[in-house]
C-alpha cells in the first residue's frame, strides 16, 4: 500500500499567473491514481483564491483515499458532505481568510481527536 503526504502552498506563487499553475501543482497527482491513501493533505493558499468548486473536488477526492489529516487554509471554502461522514480522519486543521460559522460539525466526525480548545474555523 502506497501512503502519501501531499503539502501544496502558494507562498511563492505570483498573483498573477500563480493561479493556473497552483492547480495545476494539485490537479496532476490527484490524476495520476497512483496513491491508494493520503496521510496528510495540506493546503495552504492565503494568497491566491483558488476556485471554492475546484477546493471541494480536492477534499472529495483525500476522503475517497481515506485522508487521515486535514490542514486547509484558504480564502473560502464550502466543505462538501463527504468531510462530514469521513472515517478516517483524525485531525482538522480549518483557516479561512472569510468568516465562516460551523455548527455541530465535529460530532459526525468519530475519530477526530478532541483537542483541549474548542474547534473554531
Keep these: 500500500m502506497f ?6 502552498d ?6 498573477i499567473h500563480g493561479l493556473d499553475i497552483l492547480l495545476n ?3 496532476r497527482p490527484l490524476e495520476s491514481r497512483q496513491m ?11 494568497k491566491i483564491r483558488a476556485p471554492v468548486s475546484k477546493v471541494s473536488s480536492w ?3 483525500a476522503v475517497r483515499l481515506n485522508v487521515r489529516e486535514f490542514d ?4 473560502r471554502l ?3 458532505l463527504s468531510l462530514l461522514t469521513c472515517k478516517t480522519l483524525t485531525k ?19 475519530h477526530l481527536q478532541k483537542d483541549k480548545k474548542p474547534f473554531a474555523i
Design 3 to 8: 501512503v502519501t503526504n501531499l503539502d501544496f
Design 36 to 46: 491508494s491513501q493520503v496521510e496528510l493533505f495540506r493546503l495552504n493558499f492565503s
Design 72 to 75: 486547509i487554509h484558504v480564502i
Design 10 to 15: 502558494d507562498i511563492h506563487s505570483d498573483l
Design 25 to 27: 501543482c494539485v490537479d
Design 59 to 61: 477534499i472529495d477526492w
Design 92 to 110: 482538522l486543521s480549518i483557516g479561512l481568510r472569510l468568516a465562516t460559522t460551523v455548527i455541530g460539525f465535529t460530532n459526525r466526525l468519530p
Design 78 to 80: 464550502e466543505l462538501p
